[in-house]
């Protein structure tokens, strides 16, 4: 079965400083995406990068930017220049061919001023 | 951008009574989805929409769940007699079966209290 693991369940970071959050997943599938979505105190689901897994090229996103290990089945998210607005949950997902999104169980992003 | 929409943002229901929970999915999906999260925990697969049939459900998606498309445009979710543990955020989700076929645009939630 399909497992998504955030192993961090918070940390913190100084305002303008890099942070890395961690995510690890185990499948057996060839063709999947991986997502990161930041869920602020509104509780709505945003997302922030995705990852084909077909593409050997790590997915970028003005400040955000993932390490896609695909053989280590890893995916993390670096955020640079981290800002206030910042501090939420971050999520890891995963999803393959029967198309339902598995998450992990998020990690807590502090970001201090 | 077109966006999902659910509502209402926030309901508070006795426990044993039914809620209907909305969605309206971005208008050329054809994919639909329901998703819970207990509060401080991850968010989880409730049931998945196609074709006005479920393609899959969860082991959570008991009895006490139905799914239903009433028109060409919302996608509901209900709940015939909400337990105290039904308290959860609701997202519902929908995708089209393009060339971003694996990504679901998820819609802002509705709290559901239940005392």
């Known amino acids: 079965a399909q497992t998504v693991t955030q192993s961090q369940p918070e940390m913190s970071v100084q305002e303008a400083e890099t942070v890395t959050l961690s995510c690890t997943y185990d499948?057996?599938?060839?063709?999947?995406?991986l997502f990161w979505y930041k869920q602020p105190p509104s509780r709505q689901m945003i997302l922030v990068i995705r990852q084909e897994a077909y593409k050997q090229q790590n997915a970028t996103e003005n400040r955000f930017s993932v390490n896609f290990q695909k053989a280590a089945k890893s995916f993390s998210l670096k955020i640079s220049d981290s800002q206030l607005g910042d501090a939420a949950m971050y999520f890891c997902a995963y999803v393959a061919g029967t198309y339902k999104y598995i998450f992990g169980t998020g990690t807590r992003l502090k970001v201090l001023a | 951008e077109p966006e999902v929409t659910q509502t209402p943002s926030h309901q508070v229901t006795q426990m044993g009574q039914e809620v209907i929970l909305r969605c309206v999915p971005i208008?050329?999906?054809?994919?639909f989805y329901w998703y819970r999260q207990i509060l401080g925990q991850k968010v989880e697969f409730l049931v998945s929409?196609?074709?006005?049939?479920?393609?899959?459900k969860s082991e959570i998606f008991d009895d006490q769940f139905s799914v239903e498309r009433p028109d060409g445009s919302n996608f509901t979710l209900k709940i015939r007699s909400t337990k105290l543990e039904d308290s959860a955020m609701y997202f519902c989700?929908?995708?089209?079966?393009?060339?971003?076929?694996?990504?679901?645009?998820f819609g802002p939630g509705t709290r559901l209290t239940v005392t």
């Open positions: 989700a929908s995708r089209d079966a393009g060339t971003s076929a694996y990504e679901q645009y």
């Open positions: 208008s050329n999906h054809l994919y």
């Open positions: 499948t057996s599938e060839s063709d999947y995406y």
């Open positions: 929409f196609y074709n006005n049939e479920i393609s899959e």
